[in-house]
């Protein structure tokens, strides 16, 4: 009853306040210290301290403050029913504090709030310990200081990787997601009726890029690639952002020499832009040596029988010429090697009906994976088969109706040209930048099996 009958005012004499984000105060604390200013967020944390005395960490999205508010500021209806999440306007002066977070605290002459929250706040974001809870409140959870900056940095990952394309003169393209051809195989192909016929959802916009290349030179794109995986691992999604690029006229040299050069100069771009936040994530983050280690795909296969690698680890089996190096194993060499590795020279059987073979070796192809330790492939690439003959007999191995690829193939009969280039997944990326171990972690709402919801 008495709380009810606390009653606030904005004071009208006092200055006239800067409206501004948290970011622009710490960005440049001189021009807002001893300022008075209006901000605008959410409850991020929120503190009696007996009753005349208040804590409140507001969060707007670019920044956390500290908010002092003291005597009839704490004594309100609403400062006593204040719930963590709760939005609210906040006008105060801005002070140096070196308790505070961020050295610099609000004191608080009046505020408001815009709307409220509830107690259930706090069952949800408790269970930190049950991972399906958090999933199912992603949209909760992504509030939290830890994930709501792995999203800020994943969106300055991904401005790093279009400046670098920007930089050195690509074009950015936009191909069609839905899409009626395969890319990377039939097994993982989510289908989908497209006004009564059967099309897909993309599994890569490679060939898309592939057609650009006599339009508009190197390309790229940023885009969602689907796939239907069954592996449940913690770098497979169902719907993941695929990062490619296509190059006409180069070598499988120059191929290797572009992926270096785009994962060297993108780390080093995010390190510039924001290196203490990354480094408060992941201290060991450096731009890693070049050139990258190299290694054929029949080294990869003796290295494992070198190393105690096996392909099943309980009856110690080794790995034979012609298997496929899944996930596990190859992390376990990527981490025992601890470097960069550019695996490069899959047998044709191994890989898309697409890929080039090497001109000394027809059954190898001119083909790279990029492991990176602590997450293993993070870019799968090769030069293409630009021959009009050698793609419609690789159609034929591979059983494929030619057909709807007629745009595909015309680029071998008008003006076609040695080129290549490769898919980087995005969300394993952000994985090795941040030190995230799982790929579900730098996602807003991650897709894999079992999941569609939020
Ligand atoms: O090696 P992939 O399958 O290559 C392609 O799709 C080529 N067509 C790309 C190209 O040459 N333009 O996939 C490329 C990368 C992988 O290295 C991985 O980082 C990512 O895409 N990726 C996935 N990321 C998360 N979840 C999945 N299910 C992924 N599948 C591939």
């Known amino acids: 009853e008495e709380a009810r009958q606390v009653r606030i005012e904005l004071d009208s004499s006092l200055p006239k306040p800067l409206i501004c984000k948290l970011r622009d105060i710490f960005a440049s604390p001189e021009k807002f210290v001893d300022q008075r200013v209006c901000l605008a967020g959410w409850v991020h944390h929120w503190r009696m301290d007996g009753k005349r005395l208040a804590f409140l960490e507001l969060r707007d999205g670019t920044g956390f403050m500290q908010c002092v508010l003291s005597n009839e500021l704490c004594m309100t209806y609403d400062a006593l029913t204040l719930c963590r999440e709760a939005s609210v306007r906040v006008w105060g002066t801005v002070r140096h504090d070196a308790r505070a977070k961020g050295g610099l ?64 003169g690509y074009v950015e393209l936009a191909p069609p997601t839905i899409v009626n051809t395969m890319c990377e195989g039939g097994s993982t192909l989510f289908k989908l009726d497209y006004f009564g016929i059967n099309a897909y959802l993309t599994q890569s916009s490679q060939m898309y890029l592939e057609s650009g290349i006599p339009a508009v030179g190197d390309c790229f794109c940023v885009l969602p690639s689907y796939r239907a995986e069954l592996s449940d691992t913690r770098r497979h999604l169902a719907e993941f952002h695929h990062i490619e690029a296509e190059m006409p006229f180069i070598t499988f040299a120059d191929l290797l020499d572009a992926i270096e050069d785009l994962v060297c100069d993108v780390i080093a771009r995010v390190l510039a832009k924001a290196g203490d936040l990354v480094r408060d994530l992941n201290p060991e983050l450096v731009v890693p040596r070049r050139p990258f280690r190299r290694l054929t795909y029949a080294d990869a296969i003796a290295y494992c029988r070198e190393h105690e690698i096996y392909k099943d680890e309980e009856q110690k089996i080794h790995f034979e010429y012609g298997d496929d190096i ?24 191994m890989k898309a009906f697409y890929m080039q073979p090497c001109t000394d070796q027809p059954d190898l192809t001119e083909s790279v994976d990029l492991l990176m330790p602590g997450v293993g492939e993070i870019v799968g690439g090769s030069m293409r088969i630009w021959r009009y003959k050698q793609l419609m007999d690789a159609y034929a191995r591979e059983q494929i109706d030619p057909k709807p690829y007629y745009w595909y193939t015309d680029q071998r009969k008008f003006g076609s040209c040695p080129h290549g280039g490769y898919g980087l997944g995005l969300e394993r990326f952000c994985c090795y930048v941040l030190g995230v171990r799982h790929v579900r972690e730098v996602c807003l709402y991650p897709r894999y099996r079992g999941r569609i919801s939020p």
């Open 326 to 349: 899944p996930e596990r194993p190859e992390r376990l060499m990527t981490d025992q090697i601890g470097e960069p590795i550019f695996l490069t020279h899959f047998p044709v059987s």
């Open 105 to 168: 605290e609000l004191h608080a002459d009046f505020w408001e709030l815009v709307a409220p929250s509830t107690p259930e706040i706090e069952m949800v974001l408790t269970h930190e310990s049950n991972p399906d809870i958090l999933l199912n409140n992603r949209h909760l959870v992504i509030r939290g200081r830890r994930t709501s900056t792995t999203l800020r940095l994943r969106s300055l990952i991904t401005q790093c990787f279009r400046e670098h394309y920007f930089q050195r």
